[in-house]
């Protein structure tokens, strides 16, 4: 059973630097399928972040490809995100998914971590 | 403001069918048969219920059933369970010259 979990601070500073990692059991990332980051403030709808192939390729959402970048560490089975410059409005719920076609066809997620950006 | 258009609120009886739709334009729904939808359970992660416009995934009931006309993607749910009240999201590709992926959003179901 594939598996994915989330970790990293919960708490981050404005104009700072938000940092995820997800681990990934059950499935090599080396084997192949995209790996993603989606995000859902408080309350709101989903937001795709961006995405990985297993081989580095990246994919990022146009509002945000420019404080967003996220990457694969194939020897630990896990993959990143580091989002830049972060504000208020960064806020949110991030979610990990492992991702069949670049294309928001996630079929098995992460539970969530809520990141607050507060000072 | 979603890229994509969704009712906010939906709701049916037990064993009633409803249909939600996702409106969007000849840039992403309209062009791409890579609309999925998923649902949302309070404080869980999104499950994948529909991708490629129509196909299920392997455990997904097939009461819930996908399509598209034009610009408008429409998720089906029928015979309505107590257990599918939930939030209910659709995507699209919109990758045209970058890749893009845009969301409605979001549609709450409720099973009266």
């Known amino acids: 059973q594939v598996q994915l979990q989330e970790s990293g601070p919960g708490l981050v500073k404005p104009s700072e630097t938000l940092s995820l990692t997800c681990a990934v059991s059950?499935?090599?990332?080396?084997?192949?399928?995209?790996w993603g980051w989606i995000r859902q403030p408080p309350g709101k709808g989903l937001e795709w972040i961006g995405s990985i192939y297993h081989s580095g390729s990246t994919y990022y959402n146009p509002s945000l490809k420019s404080r967003v970048t996220i990457s694969v560490d194939t020897s630990k089975n896990q993959f990143s995100l580091k989002l830049s410059s972060v504000t208020a409005a960064d806020t949110a719920v991030y979610y990990c998914?492992?991702?069949?076609?670049?294309?928001?066809?996630?079929?098995?997620w992460g539970q969530g971590t809520l990141v607050t950006v507060s000072s | 403001q979603s890229a994509l258009t969704q009712p906010a609120s939906v709701s049916g009886s037990p064993g009633q069918s409803i249909t939600i739709s996702c409106t969007g334009t000849s840039s992403d729904v309209g062009s791409y048969n890579l609309v999925s939808w998923y649902q949302q359970h309070p404080g869980k992660a999104p499950k994948l219920m529909i991708y490629?416009?129509?196909k299920r995934p392997s455990g997904v009931s097939n009461r819930f059933s996908g399509s598209k006309s034009g610009n408008t993607a429409s998720l089906t749910i029928s015979g309505l369970q107590a257990e599918d009240e939930a939030d209910y999201y659709c995507?699209?590709?919109?990758?045209?010259?970058?890749?893009?992926?845009?969301f409605g959003g979001g549609t709450k179901l409720t099973v009266l």
């Open positions: 490629e416009g129509s």
């Open positions: 059950g499935y090599s990332i080396s084997s192949g399928y995209y």
């Open positions: 998914a492992r991702d069949l076609t670049a294309a928001m066809v996630n079929d098995y």
């Open positions: 995507c699209s590709y919109a990758g045209s010259s970058t890749p893009d992926v845009v």
